[in-house]
């Protein structure tokens, strides 16, 4: 007989405190593919399961560069190699005219990359995903704390890791189908 496969196992903690102690025991035991889900943000949560990177700052702060240098470079081209106009006997390369511009084109393109930066990294916009399919997980933008353990974890094993989450102190331990 072939056993079904599941995407991991899905723990319901009633209290944060409980969430955030769980997890920090499930990655403490060797537990990596994990995530939490929680009706509002709570602290120390990312840290404990693991997640110490974050890589939306250096990307804002690379396309912050790039958005000064392209709207400082556009505005050269056009009044020094494109378009030369000499006004008043000043000179082509006006760099203190150029910064309102750079500093515009700047935030823009820094604002951009993070909206889009942020929305990539999280994989969103997400329509589906296989937590969803528990029956208990609409609680988790109500008044609940969920933990999942994911399968593809090399420490899962469906009995160890039920028996693990329950001595945890979950409420309800299920079984989350792909």
């Not at 997890?23 to 997640?51: C, K, N, Q, S, W």
């Not at 000179?91 to 910064?99: D, K």
């Not at 990539?120 to 208990?136: E, S």
Request: with cysteine; aromatic share 12%; proline share 8%.
């Amino acid at each position: 007989m072939v056993a079904a496969r599941i995407y991991g196992l899905l723990a319901e903690f009633e209290a944060p405190e409980d969430l955030v102690s769980a997890a920090e025991r499930a990655y403490a035991d060797g537990y990596r593919h994990m995530d939490a889900h929680t009706p509002f943000p709570v602290h120390g949560l990312a840290e404990a399961i693991g997640f110490h990177t974050n890589r939306v700052p250096l990307l804002v702060l690379i396309a912050g560069v790039i958005g000064a240098g392209l709207g400082f470079f556009s505005q050269y081209w056009a009044a020094v190699i494109d378009y030369p106009i000499n006004v008043g006997g000043r000179p082509l390369n006006s760099w203190p005219a150029f910064i309102p511009i750079t500093f515009e084109v700047t935030i823009l393109v820094a604002a951009l990359t993070a909206v889009l930066g942020m929305l990539a990294l999280n994989g969103l916009p997400q329509p589906y995903h296989p937590v969803f399919n528990a029956p208990r997980f609409a609680l988790a933008t109500r008044d609940r704390f969920f933990l999942c353990i994911e399968a593809t974890d090399p420490r899962f094993d469906p009995v160890a890791t039920r028996a693990f989450l329950e001595g945890l102190g979950a409420k309800e331990v299920t079984d989350v189908e792909p």
